[in-house]
């Protein structure tokens, strides 16, 4: 029931508009009646259990297991069972001790690496998935010669590319560009639809100075992602690095009905303008490819 308070009122001090509104409820709503809904709202809604909205994440689940905690008693978290996010099976992993490690390997995560993760991840460490996950730990801790032991073990018991990619990492991480950039290629080669692993191995290629390479594996990619702006991107970047600057302007520039590249994955505070600059020069920047929160941030 609407209610309308003179605005003189309402509009003084706190304490005065508090007490005309107190009345003007009270006329509304008799108090016993106000009560007797109050009652019915703590006892149906507010204390009453919360329904799921939508599948939880399989990471709080886990992590509560490990913790000693049984999530399906808790109704401030109904979890149910969890998405299909690769965390269900550290859920698997964490109440029944096993893990069906091929499945598991289709849903690739960065598991956890706190201390208290270290004995569940070791249940599995007799598979390959198993030594992966104890792998990425290691290299997430800064633990190297661990990672590479682990990162070669699991490609032993079976070769994948995420194994080849923690390889690369380090090898990168070393100096060795060379091996990094022969590594990220048997990577991208076992998974080649993998947009994110095909843009940081051409990122890896092209800061190692080897634009050719980076053209050749770019040729390569399958049309499903051949297409999408940030393997564009990369083109005209080695494009560039490659001397051909005329091929590179041609894809940067937009034609009379396109509107150029569109990189539907760029980060906050990614901007186009140096790669703009270094193939029109001091040319303006389009509108369509000018990001910049500042027009001096140029990067």
């Given at each position: ?13 706190w304490?005065?508009a508090?007490a ?29 259990a ?7 994440s ?37 109440r ?25 991840l ?11 996950m104890?792998?990425?730990r ?7 010669e661990?990672?590479r ?20 990492l ?11 950039a ?32 980076c ?14 702006g ?21 894809l ?20 186009l ?27």
């Amino acid at each position: 029931m609407p209610i309308e308070a003179a605005p003189g009122a309402v509009h003084g001090s706190w304490p005065d508009a508090l007490a005309e509104i107190g009345k003007m409820v009270s006329r509304a709503v008799p108090d016993d009646e106000l009560d007797e809904w109050h009652r019915w709202w703590r006892g149906e809604v507010a204390d009453a259990a919360p329904q799921q909205m939508a599948a939880g994440s399989g990471a709080g689940k886990a992590e509560l297991l490990i913790r000693g905690e049984d999530p399906d008693t808790m109704p401030g978290t109904p979890f149910g069972w969890p998405l299909s996010d690769g965390f269900r099976h550290l859920v698997a992993l964490a109440r029944m001790g096993e893990v069906d490690q091929d499945a598991a390997g289709a849903d690739v995560l960065v598991p956890p690496i706190t201390d208290r993760w270290g004995p569940v991840l070791d249940r599995a460490a007799d598979g390959w998935w198993g030594q992966l996950m104890i792998a990425i730990r290691s290299h997430a801790r800064g633990d190297l010669e661990a990672a590479r032991l682990g990162y070669l073990h699991s490609d032993q018991l079976m070769t994948t590319p995420w194994a080849a990619r923690g390889l690369a990492l380090l090898a990168a991480g070393l100096g060795d560009h060379v091996e990094a950039a022969d590594i990220y290629a048997r990577a991208v080669a076992q998974a080649p639809t993998c947009l994110p692993l095909l843009v940081e191995a051409t990122d890896h290629l092209l800061t190692a100075g080897r634009a050719a390479a980076c053209l050749r594996m770019l040729d390569a990619a399958p049309e499903q992602i051949a297409g999408h702006g940030r393997v564009i991107l990369q083109r005209v970047r080695a494009l560039l690095a490659d001397g051909q600057a005329d091929a590179a302007r041609a894809l940067l520039e937009p034609g009379i009905l396109e509107t150029g590249i569109e990189v539907p994955d760029l980060r906050e505070g990614e901007t186009l303008g140096a790669l703009w600059r270094a193939a029109f020069g001091h040319r303006p920047l389009p509108y369509h490819y000018d990001f910049r929160m500042r027009p001096d941030l140029d990067r």
